[in-house]
């Protein structure tokens, strides 16, 4: 015959060996064989697993997903140089002397 853990009234197989009422194994100290009730014991109890549940995403075409970490802004790029000056200009032309009277 199934017995259920007087606290949580999950299937339960002992009892509380103060209070004789049954306990499962998460409610059931295995120190001092008591129930969380009834227990003076500094060891705490294991609690029941819970599981985590993640909302769903309507549209996963709406879903972000971060990219990589740019790093920081390198700030404004220092502008292009100027084209290289000739290495051969051209002479430049004489000024033609003044005619004289």
Do not use: Q, W, Y
Not at 57 to 69: K, N, Q, S, T
Request: proline letters at 21%.
């Amino acid at each position: 015959m199934p017995f259920t853990c007087s606290i949580c009234g999950e299937e339960s197989t002992r009892i509380c060996a103060r209070c004789t009422k049954d306990a499962c194994d998460n409610h059931l100290c295995e120190k001092c064989l008591r129930c969380s009730d009834c227990c003076e014991c500094e060891v705490k109890l294991s609690a029941p697993a819970r599981m985590m549940v993640h909302a769903a995403i309507a549209d996963p075409a709406e879903a972000v997903i971060p990219g990589p970490d740019p790093g920081p802004d390198p700030g404004p790029e220092p502008p292009m140089p100027g084209p290289d000056p000739d290495p051969h200009p051209a002479p430049a032309p004489e000024d033609p002397a003044p005619i004289a009277p």
